[in-house]
């Protein structure tokens, strides 16, 4: 058990392909070989059997399958989850529940949750916020071919640098002292009761890191980049 | 002035080409003829122009332009309103306050909104609930490839069918007895606190509405089709 605690958790949502990163097979790979956790949810689990992964977990009412294809999942994953239609769960707050209280993962990052059905995309980035749930948002990470998503409930935080060119904050819920320091655009503390985004930030040009306080309440975290380059001559 | 009142608005954000519906020219050149206003912000300006279409409002501040793109917009477009970086209001929010406050638009249809970067994402979905500007909310829909979405305050509305296939509604702040009558699954008044979305709704097969009532919060409401139709053997 001991072992278990310390896995991270590799989860394929159904999101079209043309979103995930160009890399998403080896990142899978990679962490299958390091021992991590592989979910498939609904469609997500044959994408990864076609990615020629065999998922430890496939969860979902797996209605958008044939029934080769579901008999595929059924005969090569070990822990199959069946989700009923008309529930108070969504398969992505089935998920979430299945990761961090059965198999106790650290953190867990989610792709092919962006892109595609807005209701979907709506369910993944705010299933989190899902009171039973919420006590993980801190190890949750949503990650798409030009976003990172993470979450950080009340807390002091040195946000890491990573290979992306901006970063936002969106206050999910009512939030108290909100402030940013040490990146381009600082933000003195704020107190707000809407969902709202401090966006188009980026780090100090000397710094690994910027200070993000919080005293209470979650925001999201969106690290981002162009994907396309535009030649910036007037600014 | 009386005119103006009942005009409606369509704008083109920078987001990718990839998530517009394919028609979009179509729909704004329609648009132009009826005598609707177009606005193109930040690089959708550039996009309309590109497209044959020139905006009446361009906004932004135009940093991802080169100096002659920006020249053919300074050139063309009447209404040109600079931004300024490390604001409080994004271009998206200062878009939303021209079209409604300035030119008294009544819908205003946003394309390009989604896609790409979420950070652009996020406040394109929920600028309008800041509180000077969500007594607009009812009036605002943004459009992509497979979504439109839309938002209702309090009140009681038949929700008219389209060409979608699924719906949700996502609270977008605390809700007061949301109930869902008429539709394939029902919601029996609900009051909630946080961001919660009931998704993969659909209208029932002999009805062209559903009847939303909410006693006060803001929802919205997405409409979804799938692009990729799967075969349905198993269900």
Chains 1, 2 share one sequence.
Request: with cysteine; glycine share 8%.
């Amino acid at each position: 058990m001991q072992e278990k605690r310390k896995m991270d958790a590799y989860v394929l949502l159904g999101g079209p392909k043309e979103d995930w990163p160009q890399d998403i097979k080896e990142r899978f790979v990679s962490a299958q070989k390091a021992g991590d956790l592989i979910i498939g949810v609904d469609r997500g689990a044959l994408f990864l059997l076609e990615l020629g992964i065999r998922p430890d977990v496939a969860i979902g009412d797996f209605d958008s399958l044939k029934a080769e294809e579901l008999g595929w999942v059924e005969n090569t994953v070990g822990d199959v989850r069946y989700s009923v239609p008309k529930k108070d769960w969504t398969d992505s707050e089935l998920m979430l529940a299945i990761a961090f209280k059965d198999y106790l993962v650290d953190k867990l990052f989610v792709y092919g949750a962006t892109g595609g059905r807005l209701d979907h995309a709506m369910i993944n980035f705010f299933g989190i916020l899902n009171p039973d749930l919420r006590q993980y948002a801190n190890q949750l990470y949503l990650v798409d071919k030009q976003n990172l998503l993470f979450y950080r409930s009340a807390g002091q935080y040195q946000i890491q640098k990573q290979d992306y060119d901006y970063f936002g904050v969106t206050c999910l819920t009512p939030v108290k002292n909100l402030a940013i320091t040490g990146a381009l655009y600082e933000l003195a503390p704020y107190s707000g009761d809407y969902i709202r985004s401090f966006t188009s930030n980026e780090f100090l040009p000397d710094q690994d890191t910027f200070t993000l306080k919080l005293e209470s309440g979650i925001v999201a975290i969106l690290y981002s980049k162009d994907l396309v380059r535009f030649d910036n001559v007037n600014d």
